[in-house]
């Protein structure tokens, strides 16, 4: 773990605020690929490549996305390695990841530096990577799925959208209920600094769990019927749960097994296509044991829990599985 500092690397944790609460820095590159050919990043077969990692909640979101919509014949994917050491994110052959074949880094860091030699800040998984520029597009993952949502369909195998029209501020809304109490609550649990904080994220991270364990009583998904961004954003925290974040987090006021429509929830949607392919339950457990070891100094990583994704789910008495077609395709 470590970050940039004018273009120079410290080892350095994330500092808490004053009460010892996790405070997620802000994300530096915020450029955008523009279908209409707009500004300095148009839309291009072959021009942009997506760097993750599978263990990040973050970057799956991106990667999802790029499964969901087909776009595996226009932008490629490089997956760092899973182990985060002293030298931040690197390329080290880990079974599962890749060396990074399209600019020969041995650190992800690098690519920070090429984009900017005076880079300051956290060096994150996912970017967007611009051959042509050799730049960083973007590094935030609620913008990139955006992206691959709405800017690649000219290119994309799959004619859908997770963002459908009637349904965009409902999915935007939602995204943004479940950002601080559950996709960064579990965050805040886990790597609090005090008792209080700690207690504060996992009470509100619980509340919010089971807020969403009613509406999932009556509908199939987040937002109604139709599958959207929003489970997307859902799904990358309620499938490290049981494996990571009850036991390395202590989040153990219940685990998602024990709320039925949630543990229904998510083997739904780990079993609908594109999602298990892109989750890799061995990468995230060595990814939170071993590179964070603020929280587990000894980098043991557990051998349990078993936690089986492909077991039947109740979801179907609820209505169909269903994706919207996008509005751009046929
Ligand atoms: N705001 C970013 C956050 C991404 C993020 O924090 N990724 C983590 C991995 S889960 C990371 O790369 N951390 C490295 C570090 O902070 O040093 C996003 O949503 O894309």
Known sequence: MG?????????DWYAPDEAGRFVRPPTRFRDRVSAQREGRFPLDPCRYHLYVSYACPWASRALLMHALKGLKDVVGVTVVDPRMGPDGWSFEGFPGSDMD?????RHLRELYLRADPHYT?????PILWDIRERTIVNNESRELMRMFDTEFDAFALHPVTLW??????????VINALYEPVNNGVYKAGFAK????????????????????????????????????????FYTTLVRFDLIYYAHFKCNLARIQDFPNLWNYLLDLYQ???????????????????SQDAVNPTRIVPLGPSVDLSVPHDRDRLGPRRLAPSPNIG
Request: hydrophobic share 35%; proline share 2%.
């Open 3 to 11: 970050m940039l500092v004018n273009g120079e690397w410290r080892t």
């Open 101 to 105: 074949r399209l600019n020969g880094a």
């Open 121 to 125: 800040g956290r060096v994150t998984v």
């Open 164 to 173: 459908p029209e009637g349904l965009r501020e409902r999915v935007d809304g």
């Open 194 to 233: 005090t008792q209080e904080a700690y207690e504060q994220a996992c009470r509100e991270l619980f509340a919010a769990l089971e807020g969403w364990e009613r509406v999932l009583a009556r509908q199939r998904y987040v937002c109604g019927d139709v599958l959207t961004e929003a489970d997307l954003c």
């Open 272 to 290: 609908t296509p594109g999602f298990a392919q892109t989750t890799n339950l061995e990468h995230i457990k060595v990814h939170y044991y071993w």
